[in-house]
């Protein structure tokens, strides 16, 4: 059985609401809205990297 990890997220770019499905050491999804494609990687449990990628 699959578990799907998931995350609801704002966008950073246009603060629309989103999901992000989880990876092997991050989450990434894209924006229905804006159609920004968001990377999120855990660092460490404080920090944060976040990719955008704009379309
Ligand atoms: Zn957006």
């Known amino acids: 059985?699959?578990?799907?990890?998931?995350k609801k997220v704002k966008c950073?770019?246009?603060l629309n609401y989103m999901i992000l499905i989880a990876h092997n050491?991050?989450?990434?999804?894209q924006?229905?809205?804006c159609r920004s494609i968001?990377?999120?990687k855990q660092q460490t449990p404080k920090e944060k990297l976040i990719k955008i990628i704009k379309n």
């Open 1 to 6: 059985m699959q578990e799907l990890n998931t």
């Open 31 to 33: 924006c229905s809205v």
């Open 38 to 40: 968001i990377y999120s």
């Open 25 to 29: 050491n991050g989450y990434s999804g």
């Open 12 to 14: 950073p770019e246009c």
